[in-house]
């Protein structure tokens, strides 16, 4: 990007030139046979040729560095730089100079300049130089807009200004989904596991230096994205996480709710706010690139008023023998007291051991109670835990729980073998 205002209508040239890596050179690699005309003249040459990788003159890739001959891409979180220069093009001596940088965006406006104040004055063949910074945050169309305003010899305020237009292009193309889990045997309150699907649709390879999740005042997270071996951590993508132009790598978070939270079951059953992903890049020749991520929303999970959870639960048990569950039920209401009755119903293959369509009580609003229930399997495999029925009395609703967990179920013989 280089534009030079005409000396014919001001005494001022400004020169706009962005700031980009250099590139390797390549060049095109000429050879032929020995028995061929030329010989080995051609072979010689490229071995000659101070651009060429010794010992490896065929390839295209060279050992030098090239300048940048275009203006090149943008990615979505690079620092934009760009130098710019104003030339006293005339003879005589220009006062009061004011060089302004703007980078217009479709939603603000933004002052790049690094110094406000004007330049006393500018002699004839000197220049004022400046080199901005900004880290890319919007996709689109984006425009500098550079003036220049100064004062003649003569006393006459001039001014003018220059537009230089760039397209700001999206580097990853960044996926998730959430899953619920309900409560495991050791927690009383569910975990949230995201997966993160990002691809690189650049045309070029990544260094991904950092993909973390930042998650929300709620939840501490924990990284599932590295493997234990003989005692140290390895990245489950291996030593050098470069990612190829257009191919997709998955990450995977688990959060859990901070104990304070935990334990109000109310509370933490309508959090919809996650957190965000903090992704750290790094191009070909170590350009540095960041994205972070508005915060991630999920679906609450539908809890309704009452909810109920497994605290303990065998893997396997013999079939038709009794054994012990341990299911907890929480009033998620904050503000009802609700009076419970417990009905079980039995399926084809499970069976419940006790008296249905007993009392529970009376549970208040934010409150838990523990029920131990015994039932027994009539059919080996692996069997589904249903036919659990809560009923509030108060407003004659009946919740429904089924396929609440799984058990197998086997032969005595083989278990005890």
Same mark, same amino acid.
């Given at each position: 990007?280089?534009?030079?205002?005409?000396?014919?209508? @001001?005494?001022?040239?400004?020169?706009?030139?962005?700031?980009?890596?250099?590139?390797?050179?390549?060049?095109?690699?000429?050879?032929?046979?020995?028995?061929?005309?030329?010989?080995?003249? /051609?072979?010689?040459?490229?071995?000659?040729?101070?651009?060429?990788?010794?010992?490896?003159?065929?390839?295209?890739?060279?050992?030098?560095?090239?300048?940048?001959?275009?203006? *090149?891409?943008?990615?979505?979180?690079?620092?934009?730089?760009?130098?710019?220069?104003?030339?006293?093009?005339?003879?005589?001596?220009?006062?009061?100079?004011?060089?302004?940088?703007?980078?217009?965006?479709?939603?603000?406006?933004?002052?790049?300049?690094?110094?406000?104040?004007?330049?006393?004055?500018?002699?004839?063949?000197?220049?004022?130089?400046?080199?901005? @910074?900004?880290?890319?945050?919007?996709?689109?169309?984006?425009?500098?807009?550079?003036?220049?305003? $100064?004062?003649?010899?003569?006393?006459?305020?001039?001014?003018?200004?220059?537009?230089?237009?760039?397209?700001?292009?999206?580097? /990853?193309?960044?996926?998730?989904?959430?899953?619920?889990?309900?409560?495991?045997?050791?927690?009383?309150?569910?975990?949230?596991? /995201?997966?993160?699907?990002?691809?690189?649709?650049?045309?070029?390879?990544?260094?991904?230096?950092?993909?973390?999740?930042?998650?929300?005042?709620?939840?501490?997270?924990?990284?599932?994205?590295?493997?234990?071996?003989?005692?140290?951590?390895?990245?489950?993508?291996?030593?050098?996480?470069?990612?190829?132009?257009?191919?997709?790598?998955? $990450? /995977?978070?688990?959060?859990?709710?901070?104990?304070?939270?935990?334990?109000?079951? *109310?509370?933490?059953?309508?959090?919809?706010?996650? *957190?965000?992903?903090?992704?750290?890049?790094?191009?070909?020749?170590?350009?540095?690139? #960041?994205?972070?991520?508005?915060?991630?929303?999920?679906?609450?999970?539908?809890?309704?008023?009452?909810?109920?959870?497994?605290?303990?639960?065998?893997?396997?048990?013999?079939?038709?023998?009794?054994?012990?569950?341990?299911?907890?039920?929480?009033?998620?209401?904050?503000? #009802?007291?609700?009076?419970?009755?417990?009905?079980?119903?039995?399926?084809?293959?499970? @069976?419940?051991?006790?008296?249905?369509?007993?009392?529970?009580?009376?549970?208040?609003?934010?409150?838990?109670?523990?029920?131990?229930?015994?039932?027994?399997?009539?059919?080996?495999?692996?069997?589904?835990?249903?036919?659990?029925?809560?009923?509030?009395?108060?407003?004659?609703?009946?919740?429904?729980?089924?396929?609440?967990?799984?058990?197998?179920?086997?032969?005595?013989?083989?278990?005890?073998?």
């Amino acid at each position: 990007m280089d534009v030079t205002q005409p000396k014919q209508e @001001h005494l001022l040239a400004l020169k706009v030139m962005r700031l980009t890596k250099p590139t390797l050179f390549t060049n095109i690699p000429v050879t032929c046979e020995e028995r061929d005309l030329p010989g080995d003249l /051609l072979n010689q040459l490229m071995k000659d040729d101070p651009s060429t990788v010794k010992g490896a003159e065929t390839l295209m890739l060279g050992e030098m560095l090239t300048l940048p001959q275009n203006f *090149g891409n943008i990615f979505l979180g690079e620092t934009f730089s760009s130098y710019i220069s104003v030339h006293n093009d005339s003879h005589q001596v220009v006062k009061d100079i004011l060089v302004k940088a703007d980078l217009q965006t479709s939603s603000q406006r933004l002052n790049l300049s690094a110094s406000t104040a004007a330049v006393a004055e500018l002699k004839p063949d000197c220049c004022i130089d400046d080199v901005i @910074h900004h880290e890319v945050k919007e996709i689109g169309t984006h425009i500098l807009v550079c003036a220049v305003s $100064y004062t003649t010899q003569t006393g006459e305020k001039m001014y003018f200004r220059k537009f230089f237009k760039f397209q700001v292009l999206k580097p /990853l193309d960044v996926k998730t989904k959430f899953y619920n889990a309900e409560s495991d045997l050791s927690s009383v309150t569910d975990e949230v596991f /995201l997966e993160a699907q990002i691809q690189n649709i650049t045309t070029s390879p990544m260094f991904m230096e950092k993909v973390s999740l930042e998650p929300s005042i709620m939840y501490n997270v924990a990284e599932l994205n590295a493997v234990s071996r003989s005692g140290e951590s390895m990245s489950t993508f291996g030593t050098r996480t470069y990612l190829q132009p257009m191919d997709t790598r998955q $990450y /995977l978070y688990c959060l859990k709710p901070k104990q304070e939270f935990a334990e109000k079951a *109310g509370v933490i059953k309508g959090v919809t706010v996650i *957190g965000k992903l903090d992704i750290v890049w790094k191009t070909n020749l170590g350009e540095r690139g #960041r994205l972070q991520t508005s915060q991630l929303q999920r679906m609450a999970p539908g809890y309704g008023d009452v909810r109920l959870s497994l605290e303990t639960i065998p893997d396997t048990v013999n079939v038709e023998e009794p054994f012990d569950i341990t299911c907890k039920i929480t009033n998620c209401s904050s503000e #009802r007291t609700m009076d419970l009755v417990l009905e079980m119903c039995n399926t084809n293959s499970i @069976h419940w051991c006790g008296v249905s369509g007993r009392q529970l009580g009376k549970l208040h609003p934010i409150s838990s109670l523990h029920l131990t229930l015994t039932l027994l399997s009539s059919v080996q495999g692996l069997q589904s835990i249903s036919g659990l029925r809560l009923t509030d009395t108060f407003l004659k609703r009946t919740y429904e729980y089924d396929d609440i967990a799984q058990v197998c179920v086997v032969s005595s013989k083989i278990k005890e073998n």
